[in-house]
């Protein structure tokens, strides 16, 4: 159901033509609405696909039509039965469904012979013996049109030179499968382009059945078609391909006429969203994995606490235009804060902990205090902590000499408040042979607890969180900065490797939370009082072993138009 956190899909120029085409006497008139997202599997999906599976899948859900899940697969040389499977899994994540419209583009390579069959029998394809180096020479420039050789070669020689290219018989680069178009076209797409090419690799769906692979622009258009598409939405880059795919269509005998539409992708600051730029992250060991946290990928951002619902509602906010824009990482932030601020439960760990020692509360003492789990949501109740002589606090919170404006722990400082326990006051610390402090020492008020102070007294001190040191839980906790320096890795004549943030992860191995997190399992998320949001890594956490990562800190710099 749809809220403010995760709206409706907002009207936009897709759905004005959209309007248009199924209204009366309209292209799609009468029609149900059927679009299809089609990645190739050559790699894991990022947050600009998240974009595409929004306007694809959201689109289908808005005019009550059906979405297609299709895998591009015409290029076996980087695909993988690894990457068709965790795609699913990011799309199912996301809360879209394809039901049972699930192809491969592969699945049509019969089809797609035959229609080009059906082009050189029409004069309109021909098999054409360039080496890559002189198709570029013959390539021409906006003053000289093109040339082939073989343009006017006869149908009955390339239908037998083209099987023997289905055959085997020739080696990788010998033959291509040209359309013959127009050599003089002002949209060099349309210069005879390639529709076939030879390459001897080993499909992983098709093993050696074949050895010629259809290009894109050719089995782009024909598999809408043969899966009844209505709209083909796609992203802008292909705007100038869009004679080529409506001429596919004209040529073809196939059984539906899609319409192309094209909308700008999605460009994010501080990162990159080219597979082949991924691939070497993962490949060099700069990142750990494809799913690693710092990672634009889908799976990366699920394992840094990432909601679905924060990314879906990112990607409406965002909107859906013609114009190429680069939005700020800190919206996808602000994004995903907005939603673990109304969701996460509140809880309290200590990063980088120092003993305090209460003096004067009584040697093998305990109790139990009550916390708030969510202040945005009652009914979640609260919790008992258990409290003790004995506490961990962050090292921050205490300082021997203080500078100005400091109203945490130093000795003979103001009161601090416990959350949600006694009211304290410094009375020094305990050092090494270094002259490091290595525990506190404070005394508490013991009609203070849960309260302010009966007398009336005002407290000038902070709040500190805290963890009893007879119960916590020992974890370790990642905290993950952007993983490039700067905002536009792709810029400049350095490689984007040369942007990479040495800083980009810290991980703390000494740190305490309450005991009541023991046995959390991803993808729980928390807000760690005054910290961040964190959740359970969902690779490396384990009984006995709690790993957590920061998704995203308290602060927000991003400020939202209204």
């Known amino acids: 159901m749809p809220d403010e956190l995760n709206p409706v899909m907002t009207q936009n120029f ?35 696909h998240a974009k595409a599976i929004f306007v694809d899948f959201g689109t289908a859900e808005k005019y009550g039509g059906v979405c297609n899940l299709r ?97 085997g018989e020739f080696p990788n680069g010998t033959y ?19 529709l076939y090419r030879i390459n001897h690799m080993h499909h992983h769906r098709q093993g050696d059945k074949w050895c010629i692979y259809p290009m894109y622009d050719f089995a782009h258009p024909l598999e809408d078609a043969l899966e009844g598409i209505t709209h083909s939405l796609c992203s802008l880059e292909f705007e100038d391909h869009r004679p080529l795919y409506d001429w596919v ?18 460009g994010i600051n501080y990162t990159v969203m080219s597979k082949r730029k991924l691939r070497a992250l993962v490949e060099e060991g700069r990142v750990s994995g494809w799913d690693d946290p710092r990672m634009p990928t889908l799976c990366g ?25 680069t939005v700020e990482y800190g919206f996808l932030e602000y994004c995903l804060r ?3 601020n109304e969701t996460a439960r509140r809880v309290m760990a200590v990063l980088r902990p120092i003993k305090l020692t209460i003096t004067n509360y009584p040697e093998g003492q305990s109790e139990t205090v009550t916390v708030e789990n969510n202040p945005n949501r009652p009914e979640d109740g609260v919790r008992a902590v258990t409290f003790s002589r004995n506490l961990y606090i962050e090292a921050e919170d205490f300082l021997e000499t203080p500078v100005p404006k400091y109203k945490r722990l130093y000795p003979d400082g103001p009161e601090c408040r416990l959350k949600g326990a006694y009211l304290i006051r410094c009375t020094g610390c305990v050092k090494d042979a270094s002259g490091a402090v290595t525990e506190i020492l404070c005394e508490y008020d013991p009609d203070s607890r849960g309260g302010d102070p009966a007398d009336g007294r005002k407290v000038k001190g902070a709040t500190i969180h805290w963890v009893d040191a007879a119960t916590a839980v ?9 993983l490039f320096l700067d905002a536009d890795p792709d810029a400049g004549a350095n490689s984007f490797l040369d942007c990479l943030n040495p800083d980009s992860l810290e991980v703390l191995t000494g740190s305490k939370v309450e005991a009541g997190l023991t046995d959390v399992r991803a993808p729980a998320s928390f807000q760690f009082l005054r910290q961040g949001y964190f959740c359970v890594d969902n690779r490396d ?6 790993v957590f990562n920061r998704s995203v800190g308290l602060k927000d710099s991003f400020k939202v138009t209204k």
């Open 338 to 340: 907005e939603d673990l």
């Open 249 to 266: 269509i004209q040529n073809c005998s196939v059984p539906a006429k899609p319409r192309q539409i094209e909308f700008a992708r999605l």
């Open 474 to 482: 020992d974890a370790e906790v990642r905290l993950y900065d952007n």
């Open 301 to 325: 951002l699920r394992r840094r606490g990432y909601t679905p619902r924060s990314i879906r509602n990112f990607s409406e906010r965002n909107g859906v235009s013609k114009a190429a824009s």
């Open 176 to 194: 291509t499968l040209r359309a013959k178009i127009d050599l003089a076209s002002g949209n060099f797409n349309m210069r005879d382009p390639v």
């Open 71 to 167: 895998m591009d697969d015409t290029n076996p040389t980087k695909e993988d039965v690894e990457y068709v499977q965790a795609i699913q899994e990011d799309i199912r994540w996301l809360g879209y469904d394809w039901g049972d419209r699930f192809y491969f583009a592969s699945d049509y390579f019969e089809q797609m012979y035959a229609y080009a069959v059906e082009l050189i029998q029409k004069g309109l394809a021909y098999v054409c013996e360039l080496t890559p180096e002189q198709f570029r020479d013959y390539r021409g420039d906006v003053n000289t049109p093109a040339r082939s050789p073989w343009r006017d070669r006869p149908a009955e020689e390339s239908l037998a030179l083209f099987e023997r290219m289905r055959a």
């Open 14 to 48: 897709i759905h004005d033509f959209i309007d248009e085409d199924i209204a009366q006497g309209g292209q799609f008139q009468g029609m149900t609405v059927h679009t299809r997202f089609p990645p190739e599997p050559n790699g894991y999906l990022h947050i600009g």
């Open 541 to 546: 956490s384990a009984p006995g072993h709690l």
